[in-house]
């Protein structure tokens, strides 16, 4: 099936940190060895503030980079800043307007030229009844037309599963899915009944993505990277990324 891809421009930000770099790197090489089935990866967080949408576009970007045909789908239409942020120009439309008719779901993906290789489906404008939204048969046939199109991965960033239950009813489309926490925030009870929650729906759990570390404390993450900085120059505060990666702590999203 035919979709009308939209051409919007992105504000990217610029990171030459070597670190950053490597350590979404990692990410994606252990995302990849989740098996072969593994495509649609869906990415929630404990509570909102943890870096959860950062982490999952820059994710999705990585995996576009290495050449694989990636969509990012922006699945959080209760608090999405996704928009505000890249400072996206015009009008847009996204998920909250597909599922709900507004929108004919072929016309819901945007690109951006900078960033070959990957699709985008934004959030659209805020919806009261997400849980409603999610359960429609407009996201069955949204999630068939994805299959259709046949990308190799597709990254889903829902909402914090620890706050609202939206992750836990889209797990159902997910062949994995990950959690963000914060590293020295999320504490031990809140983990634990995000997992709890992600066990619950039966979804494939494939791992923790510690984020926020704090590389300035001359820990494990410090020391071994250290080693790279005579030959690769001075880097920035090192503080995301997870299953123990970092980088520096930027935007506010959820």
């Known amino acids: 099936m035919m979709i009308n891809k939209h051409e919007v421009t992105l504000k ?18 252990n995302l990849m060895f989740s098996g072969s089935k593994v495509k649609n990866i869906l990415i929630t967080s404990t ?72 699709d985008m489906i934004f959030a659209g404008p805020y919806s009261p ?56 925030v999320t504490s031990r009870h809140m983990f634990q009944r995000a997992k709890e929650q992600l066990d619950r729906t039966g979804v494939r759990f494939l791992g923790v993505i510690l984020n926020k570390v704090n590389m300035t404390k001359g820990g494990y993450y410090n020391r071994y990277y250290s080693k790279y900085g005579k030959k690769y120059g001075k880097y920035t505060k090192y503080a995301k990324y997870g299953y123990g990666y970092g980088r520096k702590e930027e935007t506010k999203q959820n």
């Open 12 to 29: 990217l930000e610029k990171n030459d940190d070597f670190r950053y770099t490597e350590a979404l790197k990692t990410l994606r090489t």
């Open 47 to 118: 509570s909102p503030n943890e870096g959860k949408s950062t982490t999952s576009f820059e994710l999705a970007k990585a995996f576009a980079e290495s050449g694989k045909h990636t969509l990012y789908m922006d699945c959080d239409i209760r608090k999405s800043e996704f928009v505000r942020v890249h400072q996206i120009k015009g009008s847009t439309s996204g998920l909250s307007q597909m599922l709900t008719g507004q929108v004919e779901l072929e016309d819901g993906f945007y690109t951006d030229p900078q960033i070959p290789n990957l």
């Open 129 to 184: 009844n997400p849980t409603e939204l999610f359960e429609d048969e407009m996201c069955d046939k949204l999630f068939q037309l994805i299959k259709e199109l046949n990308y190799d991965i597709v990254i889903m960033d829902t909402a914090p599963i620890g706050t609202v239950i939206d992750a836990a009813i889209l797990t159902k489309y997910a062949d994995g899915a990950a959690l963000v926490v914060e590293s020295e």
